[in-house]
């Protein structure tokens, strides 16, 4: 075996896995096609008559077209911050996750969380297999995209809860109904508390356990996968922490991320001289509505839409000016993108391509702003590749 495999954990593994595909027929793919057609339709037709909004269609024919260009660029923004994000965390662990592979597995995954309906598991197969591909074993993988999805997300639940309980107690303009300020609020309270107890899992629980998954049938393989998963989230949690504790300046993509999308639906008011709503109402009837990604529908279509304006107009904002702003913010943030994600899909399959024909395992680059202060993912990782090594090598039956 190649003294290198084992240092980044299953060269040999990612060389056999094959991409993952949704195996349509040519029935299924029509169906889908006529789904998302007819989705549309609904949405920009039917709906703004059905709501009884008369001038609907002939504002978005109205709308200034230097504001949508701008909500365009700004969107751009949105998108730059997620593959400076992705960067950040992911390229340390492989030389080949560079500026333009992120982009690449970051825009192609996004397109496959939008176009498939199964609430982001498309995206998730789709960037792991690349990650797998770069040279990342499998436990390393998990670890690192649950850091990603953590810091990622920080900001979601940071807003719902300030702009919950801020509209709630009145702190913040714009008031608004419980079920939409408070609730929300403490979900995202929940949320917090169960992220911050991963980290006292202890890290040799699956020592301590081991006795649990000894044994080779079904069921020990089975308590083995299960007793696997505590540790390796609690490693995913605190490699985030690390990195803010690093202040890594590429962290500064997951606000962009969010930022900046929030801004084209403030921009796609102004485009249809509608006034925004109070910023606080602004992002948390985003935020509302992003629930709808939740949905087995491709990218939330319809359910995004439909609690992005529902929570506009509970909170105030006349419906007619939510309807018009939401419509033209979804045109800008899931149709546009839809399809330069499709494009560095096709050019993500040539990069791993060639990285099937370099023979050299890839090599860790451990490239940190302040590398010092990282010594906990340094260490986390090498648990990781150790893990992964064992399996490879087949001395445990205990995989991620």
């Given amino acids: ?224 996968r299960v007793v696997a998963v505590p540790p390796l989230a609690a490693g995913g949690v605190r490699a985030a922490w690390a990195m803010v504790r690093a202040r890594e300046i590429g962290l500064l993509g997951a606000g962009a991320w969010w930022a900046f999308d929030i801004a084209v639906l403030w921009a796609s008011f102004k485009a249809f001289n509608a006034p925004p709503p109070p910023p606080a109402v602004l992002a948390m009837s985003y935020f509302v509505g992003m629930l709808g990604n939740l949905l087995p529908l491709p990218g939330g279509l319809g359910g995004v839409e439909g609690g992005m304006i529902g929570a506009l107009v509970a909170f105030g904002t006349p419906l007619s000016s939510a309807l018009v702003a939401v419509l033209a913010y979804r045109a800008i943030s899931f149709w546009l993108p839809t399809i330069p994600g499709v494009i560095a899909y096709l050019h993500l399959r040539r990069t791993v391509g060639r990285w099937r024909q370099d023979e050299r395992p890839p090599r860790r680059t451990g490239r940190f702003t302040r590398p010092a202060r990282c010594y906990a993912i340094q260490n986390e990782v090498t648990a990781l590749e150790a893990a992964d090594a064992k399996v490879a090598a087949g001395t445990t039956d205990i995989a991620a």
Avoid: K
Wanted: hydrophobic share 55%; glycine share 12%; charged share 15%.
């Fill in 1 to 224: 075996m190649d003294p290198a495999e084992p240092e980044h954990g299953s060269r040999r593994g990612a060389g056999e896995e094959q991409m993952p595909s949704a195996a349509l027929s040519r029935r299924q793919l029509v169906l889908f096609v006529l789904f998302v057609l007819g989705a549309a339709a609904f949405m920009y037709l039917v709906l703004p008559r059905v709501a009884g909004v008369g001038q609907t269609i002939h504002s978005l024919g109205n709308a200034d077209v230097a504001w949508l260009i701008g909500a365009v660029v700004l969107e751009v923004c949105s998108f730059g911050g997620y593959v400076v994000l992705f960067r950040t965390v992911f390229a340390p662990e492989s030389e080949r996750i560079d500026l333009v592979t992120s982009y690449q597995i970051a825009l192609a995954g996004l397109a496959a969380t939008r176009l498939f309906a199964a609430a982001g598991a498309g995206g998730i197969a789709l960037t792991a297999w690349a990650l797998r591909r770069a040279g990342l074993g499998r436990r390393l993988v998990a670890a690192r995209m649950l850091t990603f999805l953590v810091l990622l997300y920080f900001f979601f639940g940071a807003v719902l809860l300030v702009c919950g309980v801020g509209l709630w107690a009145g702190l913040l303009g714009g008031g608004g109904p419980t079920l939409l300020t408070l609730i929300p609020a403490l979900i995202a309270a929940g949320a917090f508390a169960l992220t911050a107890a991963a980290t006292l899992v202890p890290r040799d629980l699956e020592r301590r356990l081991a006795h649990l998954s000894a044994g080779g049938g079904p069921l020990s393989r089975w308590t083995a």
